[in-house]
């Protein structure tokens, strides 16, 4: 669908709320009955890649249907079925794939008035006695602004709602840092065992624990566990990766990491991100054995089991950090910070004090919800979309253990992770420390989110595996990469793959069209 059917599509989900509102109360009515705007309304909507999530939406749908009179089927889909969405009113899908719908025209642009407060009015009362204004709520100043203003963003145009959220964290063994023997013999080698600000004191604290009984079992520990081996699933090296290098080369005055905005030249050989796959292949050393090939489970397999006293992992696994019945003491960080930034224009760093310290959403930033440009009934896919993600809906849904994400509402990231409950030993003020931070960094990349986002991340996580193994220097590897991401922005067409860069990073002007 092109740009003026976008446009229609979006008129059309105006009207509908607006007419949801009519129908919900008038102002100065008196409530008769039930209102049901949407009575006969049948929505289908299409949850892609993860049959879990969709269940945990099925569940949710019945208040909905209640309210408002409609129907709704959730229809679980692989991502080889994300091309055919015919039929569909609503998508559901990981931010990583907004590129490529809004490159086949599948979404609306969203109004305003989805997310606006209801205005202030003298007859509040009586439209809360006949079910409220679209929009009252939703609360939708309590997503944080990375959520409201980024990740559902295209363009600085809103084509999805935020559904969940994701961040990298650091978890520590507090055992590990909190021994008397263990702090001497660190202050005596001039080590701290703070919770590290930039990366060097990372690798510095996990050379330290390595190879020393830092739990007193009478055996030798590993310092940290990473996931650098290849990762189908999670990609959690490569994330990894751009977060640290997101430190080092996404300088406070620049809007473009990966590639050059206008060219697309990959940037993955500048100094930056050669010095980080370097630092991360230098930690190999401190890790378990064979963490060279570890893959997301491994590295918390290890950790799980007290063989490592560090862990980088997505904030929502935090149920895989320990075995059942074990209360080891946990604590969670963000992740740190570089005393330099990378200047591409002048090819020099220039000084970060205080660290620069840009958080980093992988996967596209987490999970969304988007009206179909071809739905019949864009005003109740809308509607149903803002249920979604309303207070009480998002709150069933955080602690529901089939969604794979965590919330991107502050009350909600407050309460800590959903697990805590069964994690008796994790810092719940950690977890939301860590994730609040994160958020409200004072700079958010959000993770590729052009079309090919996840094949581009694929051929990076084969030179962080590359490079890990020692199968290659890592400026090979990466230069390797840099090879494979041209190959793919020419077979996807480069001026098209320019436009939706500019697009994703929401700081460019461009056509409102990809160029064909």
Known sequence: MGRQGDRAAAVALA????????????????????????????????VLGDPGLAEAIDDRRGEWERSRGGSVSIDA?????ADDLDGVDLVVFPGDRLGALIDRGALAPLPDSLVAPPEPDDDRDADADAGGLPGEELAYDQVAEPYREQVSKYGGERVALPLGGAALVLVYRASALEGEAIRAEAEAGGVSLDVPETWEQLDALARFLDGKDWDGDGQAESGIALALGGDEVDRLGAETFLARASALGLHRDDFSFLFDPDSMAPRLTSPPFVESL??????????????????????RSAFRSGEAALLIDRADRASTWLEPDDEAELGVARLPGSPKMFETLRNAYDEADPPNRPGYLP???????????????????GDFARYLIEPETASRLRIDPRVPTIPVRTPLIGQGPAQARDLPGLSSRDWSDAVSKTFLADRVLVGLRIPGAREYLADLARAVASASSGEEAPGDA???????????????????QAWHYQRSLNAFSTADTPPR
């Open 15 to 46: 009207v509908g709320l607006i007419a949801a509102a009519s129908g919900c109360g008038q102002r100065g009515s008196t409530a008769t009955g039930p209102v049901e705007p949407y009575r006969g309304v049948a929505l289908r909507v299409a």
């Open 77 to 81: 889909r692989t991502e080889a079925e």
């Open 278 to 299: 370097e630092a991360l292949v230098s930690l190999v050393d401190s890790g378990p054995e064979g963490m060279a090939g570890f893959d997301a489970e491994a590295a």
């Open 363 to 381: 996967g596209g930033g987490g999970w969304l919800v988007g009206v179909s440009a071809s739905s019949a009934a864009p005003g109740a896919a």
């Open 478 to 496: 990466l230069e390797a990469a840099a090879g494979a991401w041209d190959a793919r922005t020419d077979g996807l067409g480069r001026d098209r």
